[in-house]
Structures are given as C-alpha cells and as structure tokens.
C-alpha cells in the first residue's frame, strides 16, 4: 500500500502541473442561446479587443464579442466568454507561479448574454470543473442576473441568494458577472463610441 | 529507535478531466456519504460541533484511499461519484467498532491504510431546482482485517478466524439542503446494515464478554436555519439555528445480543452563528442530549470560531 501512496503522490504532483486546457469560445450551448434568445442563426462575430490592463491591471480570462445577424451588423448585441477561478486551497489569495498551481485546478467556464444597451439578458456555466460549487450552474439559480445593468452591486446574501455548500463559486460568478457588466457598459461601450443614450 | 513522518490532510488526490463530465480521481479522497463529511469547514455547517450522526454513523472526516469517476452532467443538473475505497479497518488486533462508538474508531484516514477487500462508494446529487439539492449515498463492503495478512488458503482455522474478525456494512444515506432568500433547511437520513455481526461479535469478546456491535444503525436529523440580518440588507449574516436529531446504534442486534437503550440518543442544538465575512464565522450554541435510558437532557454551551482559508 505504500508504494500505491507514493505512486499516487507522484500522479497528483504531475497532474497538478499540467495546468487548464483554452476556453472554448463557441461552446454548443451558446450557438442554442444566441439563435432562442435573440433568432440569430447564422451569428456574425465580432471581438471587442480589450485594453490590456482595463484600468485594475487584472488579467481577464475572456474575451466580449459583439454579435449581429449577418444581414444587420448595426444590431449589435454582445456575448462574454470566460472563466473563473473558484479560488479553493488558497488559489486566489496565493501570488504570481503559487497562484498558478494553487487556483488553476478548480475553475469554471460561463458565458453572459447581454443585450444592446449592455444589461445581462443570460447567465450560463457551460463547463463546470470546480470540485464543489455545482449548484451555482443551475438556470433557475443564474436567472437572478437576468436585468442586472451594472448600476447596483451584486452581493451575495442580498440581491442574489446564497447557497448552502457553493458559497465559493456564488461569489465568485456573482462578482465576475458585474465586474464584466460594468465594464461593458461603462468602459467598452462608450469607448467603441456604441453607448446607448 | 522508531521515527515516523506524518502529513495530515484530509484529502489529496489526482483529478484528470476525461471529458467535462467524466473525472477519474485517485489519491485519498473524502468518502461522500451526507452532507458533512465532505462540506465540513466550520463555515458550512451551523452548530459548534457536528451534527452527533456524522460523528458515530458517518464518521466525519471520513476519508480513504481510493479511485474512481465523478463528474456533473450540468444539462442535467447531476452530479455524480463511483469510487472503489480501502474500507474501515474492522480489526486490526483489537476490535475497532462496538455499540458505543459505532463504526468511528474503524477509519484509516489514508496513512498506513491497509487493504483486504475494495469497498464501493458512490453518491448522486440533483441541483436542478434553485436553492435546492438532493443526493443519495451508498457505501458497500467488508471491513478490513490484519489477520488476512500473510494468510495460507490451505490454513482453513485461521481462515475462519480471520472471517469472523470483518463485518459486511451497507450505508445508504439520503439528504437534502434548501435555501430560499435567509432561510436554510437542511435534513440528513442514515440506515447503516451491517452483516456478520454476531461472529464478530464473540471473536472480539473481552474477558469472555461478547462484543456489542448492532446489525442495523440509524441516524437523522433535520435543522432550520434564518440570517436575520438579510431583511436589514447587511453584508454580515447572523443565522440562529436549531436541530433536531436522533440515532440508535443498536436499531438492530443479531445472534441473542440484547438492544442496548442507552444507545438511543435524542440531541436537539439550538444556537447563533454570525459571519462577519464568508470565510469566517462566530459560534455559539447549546446541546440538549438525552439516551433513551437517562431521566432528562444533559445541557452542553459550546462556542467557536471557524476560519475557512
């Protein structure tokens, strides 16, 4: 038996450093969402390139893209594409190489749906590799953000339930969602010069 | 001269994503059987201490080595875990369960773990509905026992000996949390079967006074919770809580073995919890204990303070 622990210790060392695999930017479900949701088939893709720094020097693991009807490409609507860290075993209060084999292991990829005046219209985790934390992945649960616009703040407890065993993971996409919200709206948008009056 | 070296983890293993929805985990990993056992940071569970059933049933932390599959099946809103474990180490010289502790004293906890025969565990949870979950936990296997060490299958004495010293045990738990807005509800369901009793029972015998381990084991509890600090729209929580629970180690005895009352227990815990910040909590509670032998309750105050980092 003991040679199976050490064996096992050494696969968990390996397994640890090989680190996450990309984000898929065009996940099935999303393609399902943007043609329910807003009837758009065959969607045309357009990144919005992010300046690198976005004002808090924090590295985003995604990316926002403008999306529109082929045949209309002024009625934009735009898509956010991520991932979380769900910061379990001190990942995220660990540090630069730490952080990176700490945190990395446990994470989530979601999209948020937003319609043209940048307000959250869907909330979807599409990939779930957090080792507790699942329930945040439910659609009832993610429908609370629907028409968050950036305005308030989303605090878990308050205008957004908590829940019992994810508080983690509730935290961590509540936070990630209005972080990127704000930014849409109050950075990118007026940037690109498309804010809405 | 005898050294040792020793980490304490509770648990350690390797997860490889076969696809989004199929893990394989190897390494020492927690047994999911209810709710504690695998959410036991203090900052998950109201009450100083844990609930009585995760600490005699379920023998919270309840960890081993082992491998297996989990995953979610998130258009299902499933989640699901299959692992084959070493199991409790059942003798090991001296008997390692009775009526009084249960099966507590039995877990390896990994180092040094010893292995005789796999055990099966496994849950399945559904998360579909917002706020709640329920899962369903089974755990299957003979315990394990030294004397098979070294064992010759032509030495038919020691055999039957070593087969008197393990117990088959079949655990199926059944629980359920639900949070809508302050309010959390949570109960928990333990039936625990155990199989070859009576044998290891006598084999175990001290000063020619049979062991008095039960055939059947059973445990609940059901507790309600409110942050009443959410109407006021505060960041911090203060949850008073109150729980109501039972077990019986001895719900069943086998081989003219007589049902002790005294371990029928009655606990109902009543206290406040107050988070200043998610990963930190305040605890304060009391415990009203009663055996089913005993006149009135035993009152206990506990207080704590879990830091979750």
Known sequence: ?197 | MNMSARCISNRLFLQYKITPGLHFRGGLLLIPMGIVNEYHEPTTFNGVERPLIDNIISPTTWREIGFGISGNLIASSLKYQAYLVNGFSGYNGTAQFDGKNGLRKGRQKGANSYLSAPNFSGKVEYYGIKGLNVGVSGYFGNTQSTLYNGLSKDNDAALAKADSSVVGLSMVGVDARYTLKGVQLRGQYYFAGLSNTSPYNHFTAKNGKPNDLGSAMTGYYAEAAYNVFRPLNLKDELTPFVRLEGYNTHHAVAGGLTKNKAYQTTAITTGLGWKPAPGAVLKADLQFVKPQTADKFTTTFNAGIGILF
């Not at chain 1, 390996?14 to 065009?26: A, C, D, S």
């Not at chain 1, 357009?46 to 990316?63: D, M, T, V, Y």
């Not at chain 1, 991932?83 to 999209?111: I, L, M, Q, T």
């Open chain 1, 1 to 197: 038996m003991q040679k199976i622990i050490i064996t096992i210790l050494l696969l968990v060392n390996f397994g640890v450093l090989q680190g996450q695999e990309g984000i898929n930017y065009r996940p099935k479900v999303l393609l399902r969402e943007i043609s329910k949701q807003w009837g758009i088939g065959d969607p045309q893709w357009s990144e919005l390139r992010l300046p690198a720094a976005n004002g808090s020097g924090e590295r985003i693991k995604g990316k926002f893209f403008a999306v529109s009807e082929r045949l209309e490409p002024n009625n934009r609507r735009f898509v956010y594409v991520g991932r979380v860290n769900s910061c379990r075993g001190g990942g995220c209060s660990a540090s630069g190489e730490e952080r990176a084999v700490a945190g990395d292991f446990e994470y989530f990829d979601y999209f948020i749906l937003f319609g043209s005046d940048a307000s959250v219209q869907q909330v979807r985790v599409f990939n779930y590799q957090a080792t507790h934390g699942q329930e945040i992945t439910s659609p009832q649960w993610l429908r609370q953000f629907s028409g968050f616009d950036g305005t308030k703040t989303l605090q878990v407890g308050g205008n957004v339930d908590a829940i019992s065993g994810a508080t983690i993971s509730a935290y961590a996409i509540a936070g990630d969602v209005e972080q990127k919200t704000k930014l849409l709206k109050n950075a990118e948008l007026p940037r690109l010069g498309w804010a809405k009056e």
